[in-house]
T-cell receptor, first 119, second 112 residues
């Protein structure tokens, strides 16, 4: 069974500062993807960033970057230069894939972290 | 743009009613998922499907069933709605070769 744990129910940050959201996961799979999704008050889930487990280099998307520690099964999200529009709930998620690069099975989510950016 | 459409944004049903939540995607995705979202519990997987007429139980399938007669449509069925099924329901789809999941806007279901 696979699990995803986000231990921070709520976080807050001042505009323009940096914040890090934590995520740990547990799996026996060797090949998988990890994700951070954002859910703003509109409820529409949006993919923020994706990391392939076989890649050692941490993924980066503009102001968003991850710190992926495979041995520790840790996958944190860093948001730099926080903006008011970053206020949302953030979910960490996991899906395994096979040697052919095909995803299969459950797309599993954590409990979510509510991030509030203050002006 | 990929579009995942859920039939209702808000729904109020009575205890014991049979409830259908519909989800349609327009990008020929193989995978489709139904989740429920509750405060403090995140998104919990109810059922998923990787092909027409194929379905797999997720983590909390009790009280739910699903139907996938066509590739683009994945229906969640509450056979006899109960108050503990009051929740936000999210549908998602993805390609098997591309793991990004696209979500509908969610259905907030209230069972009274």
């Amino acid at each position: 069974a696979q699990t995803v744990t986000q231990s921070q129910p709520e976080m807050s940050v001042q505009e323009a500062e940096t914040v890090t959201l934590s995520c740990t996961y547990d799996t026996s799979e060797n090949n998988y993807y990890l994700f951070w999704y954002k859910q703003p008050p509109s409820r529409q889930m949006i993919l923020v960033i994706r990391q392939e487990a076989y890649k050692q280099q941490n993924a980066t998307e503009n102001r968003f970057s991850v710190n992926f520690q495979k041995a520790a099964k840790s996958f944190s999200l860093k948001i730099s230069d926080s903006q008011l529009g970053d206020t949302a709930m953030y979910f960490c998620a996991f899906i395994p894939f096979n040697a052919g690069g095909t995803s299969y099975g459950k797309l599993t989510f954590g409990q979510g972290t509510i991030l509030t950016v203050h002006p | 743009d990929v579009k995942v459409t859920q039939s209702s944004r808000y729904l109020v049903k009575r205890t014991g009613e049979k409830v259908f939540l519909e989800c349609v995607q327009d990008m020929d995705h193989e995978n489709m998922f139904w989740y429920r979202q509750d405060p403090g519990l995140g998104l919990r997987l109810i059922y998923f499907s990787y092909d027409v007429k194929m379905k797999e139980k997720g983590d909390i399938p009790e009280g739910y069933s699903v139907s996938r007669e066509k590739k683009e449509r994945f229906s969640l069925i509450l056979e006899s709605a109960s108050t503990n099924q009051t929740s936000m329901y999210l549908c998602a789809s993805s390609l098997v070769k591309n793991t990004e999941a696209f979500f509908g806007q969610g259905t907030r279901l209230t069972v009274v």
